[in-house]
RNA sequence: UGGGUCGGCUAGACGGUCGCGUCAGCCCGUGAGGCUGCCGAGGAACGUCCGGGCUCCGCAGAGCAGGGUGGUGGGUAACACCCACCCGGAGCAAUCCGCGAGACAGUGCAACAGAGAGUAGACCGCCACGGGAUCCGUCCCGGGGUAAGGGUGAAACGGUGGUGUAAGAGACCACCAGGGGGUCGGGUGACCGGCCCCGCUGGGUAAACCUCGCCCGGAGCAAGGUCAGACAGAGGACGUUGAAGCUGCUCGCCGAGUCCUCGGGUAGACCGCUGGAGGGCUGCAGCAAUGCAUCCCCGAGAGAGAUGGCCGUCCGAAGCCCGCACCACGGUGCGGAGGGACAGAACCCGGCGUAUCGGCCGGCCCAUUCA
């Protein structure tokens, strides 16, 4: 799971990271990554529709994501915002393929 | 034992591993730091359909309009909720159902069918009378009488039997059903029961307008408050002959700003924020909902939103699928696989409505068996 520290928080920095970040487009999920030089950790943010599910169905791909990226934290670059944008269908994603394909695609786009 | 009906409880368990949030304490090399400890979603947290608390609107004004509600009595902070009872309907019963005021205040509505649908109505039929025809059975025409019969319909102006009559009819009679009036008794009441009288005898719709009783000021935690911070004004309209606001309108109150267009700026932190109509045991009052008293307990409070991710073991009904055995060819038994619902707090309560794989417990009713 992430700490606080590793959360974007304002609604200034998730505009910012969709808006001006570099996109990275999976089956189920779109990545944005943005460099940042004032965070010394790297940060993560999510984004999930109601298009998606209801609140038990997004809460669980909420956290699945949160559980993906802890695990993957150390390897990235340490001064990048990342915004995750579940598409519908994440929701119904085996466990290992889920990990394995996201995983993939942020070390591609925020390896260190 | 089988079937039914009503209610309550519960919402997979255990372990491993990696973690998260509030609060408290401690540590250091003080920071987006570390460690430890406590606690950390639901019966519906859901829908946001009612009712309140709380906050602001000046103190919460009057009338109209508007909205809500609708058997009676009680409970409650309040309700559209709950309990008990009444009436009507369904059921052998337990029990369930009714958006339960008023259809002699008024206005309206009713497709199709049918002769006729609200002041009832003569299509067929029945009946006597007058006229005509006749194969002497009857038939035709005319103006009448008649609501017993046929047929239509959701519904045809009480039902059955008789008297009566040309044929008929509450025209009259008996009984039954309903209505109205009087009176007596029971009940706080809705209402119920007894007796007497009146032949008085069609109904639906008020989730159509409407009438009556009762209730309702408005907006909402993005309420509201404190602190910090940013900016840049310009033009126009109305206004002490009363703006804006309280309320949609009128009255009344108040007393100086308000609105529009263009342009510019901020959307941070803290409080509100969870101890409350709170929960539990026992006792008392009450048929009950519930109330009162003593004692005990309190354990989410986020703010891009914590309460979890992954793995393993055990347990898990029916249907479907696979294998084996039996078979009266309908299936049956055993094993395997599979199978864990609906759903996520956001100011807080009380309800209602809706969703839901299942499990456990209890009350009552009916049938059957035994004693």
Redesign the pocket.
């Known amino acids: 799971?992430?700490?606080?520290?590793n959360?974007?928080?304002?609604?200034?920095d998730?505009?910012a990271t969709v808006r001006r970040g570099r996109r990275l487009t999976t089956p189920n999920a779109v990545l944005y990554v943005r460099r940042?030089d004032?965070?010394?950790?790297p940060?993560f943010?999510?984004?999930v529709s109601k298009q998606v599910g209801?609140?038990?169905?997004r809460?669980?791909v909420?956290?699945?994501l949160?559980?993906?990226c802890?695990?993957v934290r150390g390897d990235l670059d340490p001064h990048s915002d990342i915004v995750i944008r579940a598409l519908p269908g994440l929701d119904s994603m085996q466990?290992?393929e889920l990990r394995s394909s996201l995983q993939q695609a942020l070390r591609e786009r925020a390896g260190a």
């Open positions: 799971m992430l700490a606080k520290a959360r974007i928080t304002r609604g200034e998730y505009r940042n004032t965070t010394p950790t940060r943010g999510f984004i209801v609140a038990v169905v809460n669980t909420r956290r699945r949160k559980a993906l802890a695990e466990w290992p």
